[in-house]
């Protein structure tokens, strides 16, 4: 059996690189001409770098650990704090924040027998026979027997295949960049996000002395509303640090982009084809959970894979993933509006319910994502 990947993303890769593991052909089309990263960072949470563990894929060493995760007022005055350290220990894996460049990297390398196709946008899917009909831009169409779409938010696959689902946009760009700069040792294995009056920003190290930052304001109509060249402004009711970060970045490596979801749908296979990660349960980036989602899939459906015909696999790979992927983006969807909030008296009231939540509670909520599924 071969299996066809669309999209070279996070989980596509990662995707590939556990079917492999399981002794299954794969090949995978990549829209793009050449693998480059958006150049930020990422945090992989403890439920991600289980599986990499799982898979024998070495991450830590070129990232850097975190160990706490702190919400913070615009001051940096901290209103709340997830304590890693408990599942560090729990699930024998670290919590780490690395460049988008040096984990792909990291997962190309780990390919053995898969072939990237780039430069293989796929424009339509359809059915033929037994088969799927794959049609790219400027290549020829090739046929699939079983197709895993990976192709991220606006996935072909699904809006060919799967077309009742709607992406939700959540009136939020985001900015986003990497810093030169030495932190405060206070500072280097936490990740901080200091939310203010409709907006926020968060910063985290990912190597020695480069800093990746994000900075998240809201908009009534247009994205057009923000100026990069503003940056700065927009964030100077904030710690002096804020804006040392923003200013040590140079303006043409800061990266926007607009925040949206996709709706939770009610199903991710039908006949020979299935969807993973963004390209099925896109989610706002407000957990740092997308791409952990993304890594999950991977794992859980190439264990499917390799116990039961792919229809069947894909049933249970849906049935094991789709409850916790859809608490997720819920969840992500309700705490992005939540840390936008501009009213003064919701946000005091907001800050200090955060304040006076037992710690057992936030453990609670880690231990649901940081749980893989039993597969
Ligand atoms: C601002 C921001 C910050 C984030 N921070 C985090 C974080 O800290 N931690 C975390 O876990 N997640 C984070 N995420 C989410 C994470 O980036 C995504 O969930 C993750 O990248 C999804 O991986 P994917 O492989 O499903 O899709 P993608 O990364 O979107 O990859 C899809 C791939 O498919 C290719 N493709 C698309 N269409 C086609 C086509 N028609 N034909 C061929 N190829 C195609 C694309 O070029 C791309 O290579 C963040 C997201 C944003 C926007």
Request: glycine share 6%.
């Given at each position: 059996m071969t299996i066809d990947i669309i999209g070279a993303g996070i989980g596509g890769l990662t995707t590939?690189?556990?079917?492999?593991?399981?002794?299954?052909?794969?090949?995978?089309?990549?829209?793009?001409?050449?693998?480059?990263?958006?150049?930020?960072?990422?945090?992989l949470a403890n439920n991600a770098m289980q599986v990499y563990d799982k898979l024998g894929i070495k991450i830590e060493e070129n990232g850097n650990t975190v160990s706490s995760m702190n919400i913070t007022k615009a001051s940096l005055k901290p209103i709340s704090k997830v304590?890693?350290?408990?599942?560090?220990?729990?699930?024998?894996?670290?919590?780490?924040?690395?460049?988008?460049?040096?984990?792909?990297q990291i997962l190309v390398n780990q390919l053995q027998s898969t072939q990237i196709f780039l430069d293989h946008k796929l424009i339509d899917i359809k059915r033929s026979g037994n088969q799927y009909q794959l049609v790219f831009d400027h290549?020829?169409?090739?046929?699939s027997d079983i197709v895993i779409g990976a192709d991220g938010l606006n996935s072909t696959v699904r809006q060919k295949?799967?077309?009742n689902n709607k992406t939700r946009k959540a009136k939020q760009i985001c900015w986003r960049g990497i810093a030169d700069f030495e932190l405060p040792n206070a500072y280097k294995n936490e990740l901080n996000e200091a939310w203010g009056k409709a907006d926020r920003f968060g910063f985290v190290q990912i190597a020695p002395q480069k800093v990746y930052w994000y900075a998240l304001k809201s908009f009534k109509q247009s994205i057009k509303e923000f100026d990069l060249k503003e940056i700065d402004g927009?964030?100077?009711?904030?710690?002096?640090?804020?804006?040392?970060?923003?200013?040590?970045?140079?303006?043409?490596q800061i990266h926007t982009a607009e925040i949206a979801d996709l709706?939770?749908?009610?199903?991710?296979?039908?006949?020979?084809?299935?969807?993973?990660?963004?390209?099925?349960?896109?989610?706002?980036?407000?957990m740092g959970q997308g791409a952990c989602q993304a890594i999950e899939d991977a794992y859980v459906l190439s264990e499917d894979l390799s116990k039961c015909a792919?229809?069947?696999?894909?049933?249970?790979?849906?049935?094991?993933?789709?409850?916790?992927?859809?608490?997720?983006?819920?969840?992500?969807?309700a705490l992005g509006k939540m840390a936008h909030l501009s009213n003064p008296v919701l946000i005091s009231l907001r800050n200090f319910a955060m304040q006076i939540t037992p710690k057992v509670v936030n453990r609670r909520q880690s231990r649901q994502i940081f749980q893989l599924a039993s597969v």
């Open positions: 590939a690189i556990a079917l492999e593991q399981k002794g299954i052909n794969v090949r995978i089309f990549e829209q793009s001409p050449e693998l480059k990263p958006v150049g930020a960072g990422i945090l304590d890693l350290k408990y599942f560090e220990q729990k699930h024998k894996v670290k919590n780490v924040a690395i460049h988008r460049g040096t984990l792909q290549s020829e169409s090739i046929h295949l799967f077309p927009y964030f100077n009711k904030y710690a002096p640090i804020v804006n040392e970060l923003i200013g040590a970045t140079p303006k043409n709706k939770p749908t009610n199903t991710w296979y039908q006949d020979g084809v299935c969807l993973i990660g963004d390209a099925a349960h896109a989610t706002t980036p407000n792919p229809n069947e696999a894909f049933q249970n790979y849906q049935k094991h993933r789709m409850p916790k992927a859809h608490k997720v983006a819920n969840t992500s969807w």
